[in-house]
């Protein structure tokens, strides 16, 4: 149906009147006018009877898609955007809040939106807090990015509304949807602000406890954050499967490892011949300590000994020169004992004694003579006591008694019955003053202390007339005075000693 | 020609530090000869031992056997 014929006047009256003021208007004309209007107004009320019903409502059939305005054809509102504060929002704009669309009605910088509303800044356009949740979101496009992670899935990408700066997308054109993730033909670009709304309802109806199970989980979209803490159990972790890596570093104490488990694998290698402690000090970590370390935390001194005393390993101290180490059988700990000291060694020849100051502070005394020749040709060999401080030597009270043995196979006893008490005899034979005469002697003395009768012992080795006669003599006995003795003296029963070499002992 | 002796006699030896303060003792033997006084060797010639009879050097006799014998039968007749 076109648009009804337009009316236009066809004869101008006034001036006819002004001519002819006398004359009535002409007939013909008025008629032409009458006819005229009469078409357009036909026309008219045709095409208002195609819109209108005779009860005065809009025509049934009568209006289609084209006759909406562009903003009724995209939902009969603008695209709405989450509600901000602070934003200057001007009428008709659209926004959604807690599940509400309402539009702007009163320009204004939005605040708090409770108050705004109060205030007739917004009136309500959809309200559909009482069917339940949708799930929206927003993203900013980068140019690269067609895929996005909705985080639910997605029956139908109708039920998905996309906007992007304020663009409403069209379904299948614009996206696609698979699984949780909703896949844009063009990457949106750069900075472009996506908002999206799921319709539908995912979240209407809360699954019932219990119901929800594996299958309807996508696969590796369980979250840490949808743990509980403290929640997860050993079942729910297969077995031999947290790694190292799984494990905090300096978090496994000893608790978490079972007793009698860990084995010498398990521990840093060490050097050979080492064992795993601590040598360095104070408290840290194990190391690894060398035998000689060990042993040096009982005694680091050279010459130290170890052994084990009643309850622990201690170290016997360095002993002195000459010291021997005496163990005593059962429970006892060792010492050293027998500490022989030289007191003074030297030689001397052409003197009619040679007298030797017994130092004291030692239990007994060692000599060693050599080479004790007379000047005298077979002379006896003697010794003397002096308990004075060498001022005088004893002459009386000598007694000894020894066996003696020779080259030739005899051998015998002698004693001071017959060799004498004026001094004790060192040998049963006298020594010769011939050259290649050996006359040696070893001579151990008790000086005794107090009334303690001094003793001694002594044995002899002489090689008479260069060699022609071999004679050993050992030999005890004790004095007839009591000690302590001082000095002692030894000489010839006949001139000078030729020479002798001597070194006197002190033992403990 | 007087007779010699040769002593060893122990002697006291003072340590003495930087000041000349004596800071410690030592002792140590030391050996000399010394000439015996008219009358140490007069003591001592009077005293010497007489010279012992050696059974190495001269065969025992039967005396001396027979002394021996009856000083050892002697000895085991003291016995219990």
């Known amino acids: ?508 | 020609m007087p007779l010699v002796k040769h002593v060893v006699e122990e002697v006291q030896i003072p340590i003495r530090d930087a000041e000349g303060t004596v800071i410690r003792i030592e002792t140590e033997m030391q050996a000399r000869d010394v000439e015996m006084t008219p009358e140490e060797e007069k003591e001592f010639l009077a005293t010497l031992p007489p010279q012992a009879e050696s059974p190495i050097d001269k065969p025992a006799t039967k005396d001396d056997l027979m002394t021996q014998l009856a000083r050892i039968q002697k000895q085991i007749e003291a016995l219990p």
């Open chain 1, 1 to 508: 149906m076109t648009q009804p014929t337009t009316y236009l006047r066809q004869y101008n009256f006034t001036n006819y009147q002004t001519l002819n003021p006398t004359s009535p208007p002409p007939g013909t004309a008025l008629d032409a006018e009458f006819s005229a209007v009469k078409v357009t107004l036909d026309g008219v009320l045709a095409n208002l009877k195609l819109i209108q019903r005779d009860d005065g409502q809009i025509a049934n059939l009568s209006v289609g898609y084209d006759q909406f305005k562009t903003e009724v054809v995209s939902g009969g509102i603008n695209p709405a955007s989450p509600w901000l504060t602070a934003t200057a929002y001007t009428v008709g704009t659209c926004v959604s809040i807690n599940n509400i669309i309402y539009r702007c009605v009163v320009a204004h910088t939005s605040g708090t939106f409770a108050t705004d509303l109060a205030n007739g800044k917004w009136s309500v356009i959809i309200d559909l807090s009482s069917v339940g949740s949708f799930l929206s979101g927003t993203a900013t496009g980068n140019g690269v990015t067609t895929a996005y992670n909705l985080g639910v899935q997605i029956q139908d990408v109708n039920r998905v509304i996309w906007v992007e700066n304020g663009a409403v997308k069209t379904p299948t054109v614009d996206y696609t949807v698979s699984g949780t993730t909703l896949t844009r033909t063009v990457a949106p670009g750069g900075g472009v602000a996506i908002s999206w709304r799921l319709l539908g309802s995912v979240s209407l109806t809360v699954p019932s406890d219990g119901s929800v199970t594996t299958s309807k989980l996508a696969d590796s979209s369980v979250t840490t954050a949808k743990l509980a803490d403290l929640n997860v159990t050993t079942a729910k972790i297969a077995d031999f499967n947290v790694t190292g890596v799984k494990i905090a570093i300096n978090s496994v104490d000893s608790t978490k490892v079972a007793a009698n488990s860990l084995t010498f694998s398990n521990f840093q290698t060490v050097a050979t011949q080492t064992l795993v402690g601590r040598n360095s000090g104070g408290t840290g970590s194990m190391e690894s300590v060398t035998a000689t370390q060990v042993l040096d935390w009982i005694g680091a001194t050279q010459g130290q000994l170890l052994f084990r005393d009643a309850s622990n390993w201690a170290a016997l101290g360095v002993g002195t020169l000459g010291q021997v180490l005496r163990t005593t059988p059962g429970a006892a700990n060792p010492t050293w004992v027998g500490s022989m000291t030289l007191l003074t060694a030297n030689t001397a020849a052409s003197v009619a004694t040679l007298d030797l100051a017994l130092t004291s502070g030692y239990k007994r005394y060692r000599l060693i003579l050599d080479n004790f020749i007379p000047a005298t040709n077979a002379v006896s060999p003697n010794m003397r006591f002096s308990t004075d401080g060498g001022s005088t030597y004893k002459t009386t009270n000598y007694a000894w008694a020894g066996q003696y043995n020779t080259t030739a196979a005899s051998s015998g006893t002698y004693d001071s019955s017959t060799g004498g008490t004026t001094a004790v005899v060192l040998t049963a034979a006298a020594v010769s003053n011939a050259a290649g005469t050996t006359s040696s002697y070893n001579i151990d003395i008790y000086a005794g202390t107090g009334s303690t009768v001094p003793t001694y012992f002594y044995d002899s080795f002489s090689i008479l007339s260069g060699g022609a006669s071999n004679a050993a003599f050992k030999a005890g006995g004790n004095l007839g005075f009591n000690g302590p003795l001082t000095h002692v003296r030894f000489l010839f029963s006949a001139g000078n000693i030729a020479s002798i070499s001597y070194a006197l002992y002190g033992v403990n």
